[in-house]
């Protein structure tokens, strides 16, 4: 059953739709999940696919509200005009951080489940990270494609390509080109990418270059210049509180290398908790945007039995 | 204040948001129809600022989902342009009997515009039509989309192992195009299309339609750098009558254009709106 409704925020009104199960009169579900806004696409998600989760979800008995933050979709406010970057830098310092923890109030007094998860894609991501950490009542956090750095005016193009995903990406989409006459045509009347091409090059090479080495041997871990330390603060909070993390990530992301980077191989062995509350999946082809549905359908495969585990 | 609800189409409950007012300015009532697949998603906050502007102005507004889409029930795949007409058409009926209005004004976008302009000619209340950059031909249009299918394959595969039109003649025999078990019959990465889709888009023939218009309409081309309308509009706006309908055709410039992923984010069009209120104001709405 859907409900539409609004509610206030900030002196907004938010728009919502809660996804209501087939429960017997009085009883009270185990497991409530609500959905955090990804970029411009508020509470759809890219290709609808969180009305998509949410459907399954809601047959297997656990309620689930959408809902869109101040300024984007049906919510009221405004979000002004700005560079990409610095959007998505505001949304990786917690811009809608305040309108989900005010869902989680609408969402606790009209659902009263017994335990609340977050869910959210990218932008959405690191949202539900933030915002679990400013709320008490976060039972689980289900993060697909989560950034760990920032996105900021500034940041050279080239500092944003992980060279493991920058070498990929160059062989997958210019490997076979190299043998085709029609490519170096193309590239000879100039009308490849040269833009791409040389962007992606440098990312690759920077790679394979010998990194400068600490002149101290001090354990000071070396971050990324964009690393995200609300990230760091939030995730470290929360699973050394008891919460339970499942990440998925597209094989195909850029992100994943991120994650993988500079995230895990250089905190990953401060704290076991990390490993003990985390589940980590990667997903065979998947893109950063979980874009086609076989790929919704596998992340959906992999949420169920967390969230029947964290239900016991 | 606005109030989200659902209304009934074709027995699919659909979302709607309305922005209601005490007395509707001059009886009349706005219904803003969004677009196609991916584009719906990002052009939705741009129609939700747009209807507060409206109802500020005194009229009520209703934007909706069609079937299929967003809020709304049912499946991408079975909203076709007939059925996706019908939606316009109940959204306009709840419109009429919530706000007490008698009269109707379109406005759509992109795809929105053209099922407007379809709406339109099948309506006898309607006072006014807005068309934000109007697809004059739908299957040139989703023809032309599906490349976007055919260059995630050459990251997924690196290689194209299926053409556009190899997925159209699937589509079309109602079989799916897998590919290392991925079926590609999709657009904009990933919003699966069906044979009575393709069949409805195909099946569309403006030009008859558009002659039997009679309402002041406002076509907008929106573009990121200064310019004239395209020559695709332009043509366009010759397919209405001189004699039924004044139609003004114009250009709005905005920093980006909603369904583009441009160097700016926006959730608003200040300039298309501006535009289009200038336009309204001095058509006496």
């Known amino acids: 059953m859907l409900e539409a409704f609004d509610f206030d925020s900030q002196g907004n009104r938010l728009s919502g739709i809660l996804h209501r199960p087939a429960l017997s009169p009085g009883q009270t579900p185990d497991i409530g999940i609500i959905f955090a806004n990804a970029g411009a696409r508020g509470r759809l998600g890219s290709t609808f696919q969180y009305p998509l989760y949410a459907r399954a979800f809601t047959a297997l008995g656990y309620p689930c509200l959408r809902f869109d933050p101040h300024g984007i979709g049906d919510s009221e406010g405004n979000i002004e005009i700005s560079a990409m970057p610095d959007f998505y830098g505001s949304l990786q310092t917690g811009r809608f951080v305040k309108d989900t923890v005010n869902a989680i109030s609408e969402f606790k007094k009209r659902v009263k489940p017994k335990k609340i998860v977050l869910l959210g894609i990218c932008g959405g991501a690191i949202t539900s990270l933030l915002a679990a950490a400013r709320e008490s009542s976060i039972d689980g956090l289900i993060l697909l494609s989560v950034p760990v750095l920032l996105d900021a005016e500034g940041q050279a193009e080239v500092d944003r390509l992980p060279s493991g995903y920058a070498r990929q990406y160059l062989w997958s989409a210019y490997g076979k080109k190299l043998l085709s006459p029609k490519a170096w045509k193309r590239i000879f009347s100039g009308k490849s990418e040269f833009s791409t091409i040389f962007n992606y090059g440098r990312a690759a090479l920077k790679g394979l270059l010998p990194q400068k080495k600490a002149k101290s041997q001090a354990k000071e871990i070396e971050k990324h210049p964009m690393f995200n330390e609300h990230f760091h603060e939030s995730f470290t909070s929360l699973v050394t509180s008891g919460t339970k993390v499942l990440f998925l990530f597209g094989e195909g992301d850029a992100l994943r290398w991120d994650f993988q980077q500079q995230y895990q191989d250089l905190f990953w062995q401060e704290n076991a908790t990390y490993d003990t509350q985390s589940e980590i999946h990667y997903l065979n082809g998947c893109n950063h945007l979980f874009t086609l549905r076989e790929w919704q359908h596998q992340a959906l495969d992999l949420a169920k039995p967390w969230l029947d585990s964290l239900g016991e | ?285």
């Open chain 2, 1 to 285: 204040m606005q109030q989200s609800l659902f209304f009934n189409s074709g027995g699919h409950r659909l979302y709607g948001l309305y922005f209601g007012t005490a007395e509707p300015k001059d009886k009349l009532g706005f219904v803003l129809c969004n677009g196609f697949a991916g584009e719906t998603v990002v052009c939705r906050s741009h129609l939700s600022h747009y209807a507060r502007q409206l109802q500020a102005q005194g009229h009520p507004v209703l934007r909706f989902d069609y079937r299929g889409y967003g809020d709304s029930e049912g499946e991408f795949i079975d909203a076709t342009v007939p059925a996706m007409c019908d939606d316009i058409h109940a959204a306009a009926e709840e419109l009429k009997e919530r706000s007490g209005c008698e009269k109707i004004a379109l406005l759509g976008i992109r795809m929105g515009a053209t099922l407007a302009c379809i709406a339109a000619s099948q309506r006898k209340d309607l006072h006014k039509l807005i068309l934000w950059e109007p697809l004059p031909n739908l299957w040139t249009y989703v023809f032309a989309e599906l490349r976007q299918t055919v260059a995630m394959q050459t990251i997924l595969f690196r290689d194209v192992r299926i053409t556009r039109n190899e997925i159209v003649d699937n589509i079309a025999a109602g079989k799916p195009s897998l590919v290392d078990g991925y079926d590609l019959n999709c657009i904009d990465d990933g919003f699966p299309l069906g044979a009575e889709f393709i069949a409805s888009i195909k099946d569309v023939d403006l030009s008859p339609l558009l002659a039997t218009i009679e309402v002041e309409t406002l076509i907008v081309h929106l573009r990121e750098k200064e310019g004239d309308a395209s020559k695709k509009l332009r043509k366009f706006a010759e397919g209405f009558s001189a004699e039924n309908a004044a139609v003004e055709l114009t250009v709005a410039v905005e920093k980006t254009v909603p369904w583009k992923h441009g160097r700016f984010y926006m959730t608003h069009s200040p300039k298309l709106y501006e535009t289009t209120n200038s336009w309204l104001e001095r058509n006496d709405a």
